[in-house]
């Protein structure tokens, strides 16, 4: 039997988890749990490129894995691990920052816009992030890395330190190709359509964790379209807050977008935002249940991270071990 390919992927546990991440990304995940070698983290060594309120990280990480596992990612069947555990991320990170350019990282337009957004705190973290991100790759030898728009840049420098590194060193490093999926939703802000769903904006965003009854007064609030129309059809060009609700929609029902027209045909959005409301909460109220239901079983969540770090780190030891060897550290 063939092996199955490797996948990896990592969201910073920042901010709380909201529909877009669902969307965008865990759901498309879970579909592929059968189909590949899986991978995913809590980002948490990245976040503090950025300061944060440690409680609220140490909550946030915990709480971003009990909802991996509600929306349906099998600890048996994924390696679901927290960054910080597993130090070979730390190690070769720093390894790689030894083969990234300066003029790279200058280029990275993430580093450009955080830097100017968080003046007072430009660290070193924050500059170097795209090598610890290439480490967090390369250790697992992936074939695929899932990207979003805001990361394709950040992946392909990982492409180009790896062929650099190999390019000295002989084939270390599995050069990984994005992974553009083909189903999933580019979730917009809700009040904001222009921009992608984001903590930055809360009325604007949908978080996982939150109460139905705030869920549906921001979805009443949607910006639909100044157009006198009142008609759900999906123009995203001229009616971009309403072909974002449309795509929430249909990627939660699986309805077209036609059979999403025709069924509120003469409707208006006054009936068409709540029903897309509705479509959230029942689709959120069970991953919510289960997601309390698993932090509060310390026990268990202990249990997936501690097995998912030994997996992560069995892996990375082999890459890092061969990487020490081939740039002349003496073994330990
Ligand atoms: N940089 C990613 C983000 O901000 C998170 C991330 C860190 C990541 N390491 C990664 C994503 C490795 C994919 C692969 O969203």
Redesign the pocket.
Known sequence: MDEKKVM?????PSGDLHLGNYLGAIKNWVERTEEFDNYYFM?DM?TITVRQTPADLRRRSLEQLALYIACGLDPEKNTLFIQSHVPQHAELGWVLQCYTMFGELSRMTQFKDKSAKHQDNINAGLFA?PS??AA??LLYQPDF??V?E??KQ?CELTRDIAQRFNHVYGDVFKIPEPYIPKTGARVMSLNAPDSKMSKSIPEGCIFMMEKPEDIQRKFKRAITDSDTENCVRFDPANKPGVANLMSIYSAITGKSYAEIESEFAGCGYGKFKPAVGDAVVECLRPIREEATRILADKAYLESVYKTGAEKASYVATKTLRKVYKKIGFVAR
């Open positions: 990896l992927s990592g969201i910073q980002a990245h992030y610890l991100m967090d790759i890395i899932p979003g805001d990361q950040h």
